[in-house]
């Protein structure tokens, strides 16, 4: 019996009123299962995300959200197995699917701990540092980032329908959205089935995640400029969506990445036999044969020096010769099939346009031999093309055939290299395999600007390296040109692709208050008891200590340089320190001065302040001579809860001199109890 497909929504299982599409194996062609969502109610599902999602997750602070993202995350790997045998029907290896299956999952984990650590336990996100406008400080400005009040609409690619999912689920949940997920239809079954996964781990709040498994009708018409659209796939899809004028009406945020046509290069310095030639054919045979080539970062075009041409050729195809393709099952199978009939159609199509204009080294178009049906599962050979002349080609840098198709090339010079990975105007990867560091710059700096990531392997990265085509949780994914011009992934960064910037003017009071974070002009309290024996909720912040003062003598700066090494000239030679257009004689070490301030604001006896774990941001102002008083003003700015029984403490240091002038400034940190 073939499985219906069903739609969540306003949190409930419903089934489309179609008689649905089916939905195919890639290995035999027989129907899995039907998919449709015809009977949807699209403007209900985008109200339901914004008026209860939505609110819901914008209750919650950004360690809430971080907390229910992993509990996502261990849901996916408790129960993977069950996303493993959807998975085969797909196409995918095993390895495959591992990818897709666990690297989504990890995806969440890595977005969850980033969550907790790098954002505070608040709703808003600082960004930057106070901006000040009056002359006397009572008007400043601050950068911040709130949530966005809409819904997030996720339309994925049939590659990774895991990984895919939950690469953009987790940073639009921590950004306190709403998520409508639309996978593509031919791996349908199993972004449902993890969908489903999710909703029965009982952790998402309602109205948080929806999932359309058909068309997704006429919800563009609905959307609102408080909505965010994700998509990954064709750039032919991108522009029609893109294009929508309801998009452009309302200011519709669009976060594209599109196939395009990746590029790597073997380096000029990298000979036949060296670690780096080794490196880049068996990248390039991986690039072609994992996902059978259905990645978006998949090398399409791999460029060598031109005395190297048939040595990279028959390195190539020797490797390629020992890839067994056919049904994953089978003992053996190194490459699984494309998704569909439909797909491998379209990769044959684009294969024979690439064959007007080059040479095919390795495969067959049309044939293949598989251990599995050949005749109707969705078996493709992999094939090598070559062009001897790649500024005459045009295809080859226009034309992508998504799957296990790759054109080899030949440059003459480094910069023909850039110049020809550029032509791909636009790409997600370009990896670079070279020992030679300074060519690595020069890379940089020519090829940057039209590519998303750039990777450089060599044989001391190689063993630890992730490769060309694996994008990172905590690295952009995304790239100009032909690749979009949107970004994905980046850890922080995407969080806030689902929160609108905007600078906030007042005077520091104000702002201090709207951050949850002391800033230089508001209040700064004084009282009897000292900071350090406050708990963390006792804290309120802008309580300051100011401390007694210290006179720094001569004889200080001596027993300092001798006790600790530091004999710089500027603390012991008086000639030399005179000279000197800085200081104008000795001066103490900024070491010491951070020495004798802690010493002046330090409570010694235990209490609520667990552990000190750091400063930030430390300035040397003003230089201190011997025979200078310094005194400090400690100022709680900033906590955060990082567990039940302790949270992070930041406190503002100003050490200043007798005439009240700043001397050095900084951050510390401390672990205080609950």
């Avoid at 969550?115 to 505070?120: I, N, Y």
């Avoid at 409508?180 to 199993?190: D, E, M, N, S, Y």
């Avoid at 806030?496 to 906030?504: E, G, L």
Wanted: proline share 5%; hydrophobic share 45%; net charge negative.
């Amino acid at each position: 019996m073939t499985t219906r497909l069903q739609n969540y929504f306003a949190d409930r299982w419903v089934d489309g009123t179609g008689a649905g599409q089916p939905v195919r194996s890639a290995l035999d062609g027989q129907a899995v299962a039907l998919a449709g969502s015809e009977g949807i109610d699209f403007a209900a599902m985008l109200d339901h995300a914004r008026s209860i999602g939505s609110p819901a997750l914008r209750a919650m602070n950004f360690h809430q959200r971080a907390g229910i993202i992993k509990a996502l995350g261990q849901a996916i790997i408790e129960r993977k197995e069950e996303l493993y045998a959807l998975s085969a029907q797909t196409g995918a290896t095993r390895a495959d699917s591992w990818i897709d299956i666990e690297g989504g999952a990890g995806t969440l984990f890595t977005t969850a701990s980033k969550g907790r650590r790098e954002l505070p336990d608040d709703v808003i996100i600082v960004d930057g540092d106070l901006e000040a406008i009056g002359k006397t400080g009572s008007f400043a400005g601050q950068h911040i980032y709130t949530s966005l009040q809409g819904a997030a609409l996720h339309i994925n690619a049939f590659n990774f329908p895991v990984w895919g999912m939950l690469e953009k689920l987790g940073p639009a949940l921590m950004a306190g959205m709403a998520v409508i997920v639309k996978p593509a239809t031919a791996t349908a079954p199993l972004a449902e089935h993890a969908v489903r996964i999710m909703i029965e781990a009982g952790v998402l709040p309602a109205g948080a995640l929806q999932l359309v498994v058909g068309a997704i009708g006429d919800i563009f018409d609905h959307l609102t400029c408080q909505d965010v659209v994700s998509f990954t796939g064709s750039a032919e899809t991108a522009i029609k969506l893109q294009s929508h004028p309801v998009m452009a009406r309302n200011a519709v945020r669009f976060v594209a990445e599109r196939d395009s046509l990746n590029a790597s290069i073997l380096a000029p310095d990298a000979a036949v036999g060296s670690p780096e030639f080794d490196l880049f054919v068996k990248e390039v045979v991986k690039e072609m044969t994992v996902k059978a080539g259905q990645k978006c970062t998949a090398i399409r075009r791999a460029f060598v020096p031109r005395a190297l041409l048939d040595a990279a050729q028959a390195a190539l195809t020797e490797r390629l010769s020992g890839v067994i393709v056919g049904d994953p099952a089978r003992e053996g199978v190194h490459m699984g099939a494309l998704v569909s009939l439909a797909q491998r159609e379209d990769v044959r199509a684009k294969a024979r346009a690439l064959a007007q204009e080059c040479d095919l080294v390795f495969g067959a178009i049309d044939d293949v031999e598989a251990l599995g049906d050949a005749q109707n599962g969705a078996f493709q050979s992999p094939l090598l093309f070559r062009h001897d002349r790649p500024w005459e080609a045009q295809a080859v840098h226009d034309v992508e055939a998504f799957g296990p198709v790759c054109t080899l090339m030949p440059y003459d010079t480094e910069q023909d290299a850039i110049a020809l990975a550029n032509r791909g105007l636009g790409s997600l990867a370009l990896s670079v395999f070279t020992h030679d560091a300074e060519m690595v710059r020069r890379f940089v700096l020519g090829a940057g600007a039209f590519h998303g990531r750039m990777v450089f392997v060599d044989r001391d990265s190689a063993r630890e390296s992730t490769g060309h085509g694996s994008p990172l949780p905590m690295l952009i994914h995304g790239g100009p040109g032909r690749a979009g011009g949107g970004e994905e992934l980046g850890g922080v960064r995407n969080v806030k692709h689902y929160m609108q910037r905007s600078a906030v003017q007042g005077h520091p009071r104000v702002l201090s208050a709207l951050i949850r974070q002391w800033l230089p002009g508001a209040p700064q309290p004084v009282g009897a008891d000292h900071p350090f024996r406050k708990r963390l909720g006792e804290l309120e912040l802008g309580y300051t200590l100011h401390t007694a003062s210290r006179t720094i003598t001569l004889e200080d700066i001596e027993h300092f340089a001798a006790y600790t090494g530091d004999n710089f000239y500027a603390h012991m030679d008086e000639v030399a320190a005179a000279a000197s257009p800085i200081f104008g004689g000795r001066v103490a070490h900024g070491y010491l001065i951070l020495s004798f301030a802690a010493g002046l604001f330090v409570d010694p006896a235990p209490g609520p302040v667990l552990a000190n774990f750091g400063l930030e941001h430390l300035r040397f102002i003003k230089p201190v001579k011997p025979g200078t008083s310094i005194k400090v003003a400690l100022t709680a700015k900033a906590k955060s809860l990082r567990t039940p029984t302790m949270g992070e403490m930041r406190w503002a240091v100003a050490v200043t001199n007798g005439d009240d002038e700043l001397v050095a400034t900084y951050d510390l940190l401390t672990m205080n109890a609950v």
